[in-house]
C-alpha cells in the first residue's frame, strides 16, 4: 500500500487514507459542478473508515447535496473533500485533487457525462457513462477490494 494524504487548500484539515484508493473516475454531474466551480471532479474510493482525519476534524462540514449522498468541505476554506453516500455504506469518496500527490492516483472513467458541459473536452479515451458506471462498488451489491 502506497502512503497517501492529503489537504484542504488552508491546510485546516488533513487526512490520510488506510487503504489504497480504487475505482478513480472523473464526474461530470451537476452538483460536481457547482460544488468545485470546475467543469468535472475527480474522485476516487476507499472503503469505509480509511479515509480518517488526522488535524481539524472540527472544521470538516457536511451538507446534504442530494437524496442520497453527503458532501464534506472545510470549513475555513471551502474545499470540497468527500462525498459520502448512502447508497454505497462499504466505501467513501474523496476528491483525489486534494491529495499531497495527486499524480499518484489516475482516473480510469467518466461518469454523468450526459451532464457535461458542452465546451469541456477532456481529450482522453477514457471510458464515457451517462450517469453511474455498471457495477459500481456498491450499487449492485458489488465488494470492495480488499485492504
Known sequence: MAEHEGRCLCAAVRYRLEGDPFDCGWCHCRTCQLSSGAPAMAFASVRAGQWIVTQGEEQVRRMR????AERLFCGCCGTPLAIDYDIQPETFDFS???????????????????????WFDPGDELPKYDRFRPNTVGLEGTE????
Do not use: E, K, M, Y
Not at 491529495?99 to 458542452?118: K, T, Y
Not at 470492495?144 to 485492504?147: A, L, S
Open 144 to 147: 470492495p477490494p480488499d485492504g
Open 96 to 118: 483525489v485533487l486534494t491529495l499531497d500527490d495527486p499524480a499518484l492516483v489516475r482516473p480510469g472513467f467518466h461518469i454523468f457525462w450526459s451532464s457535461r458541459v458542452a
Open 65 to 68: 447535496s442530494s437524496s442520497f
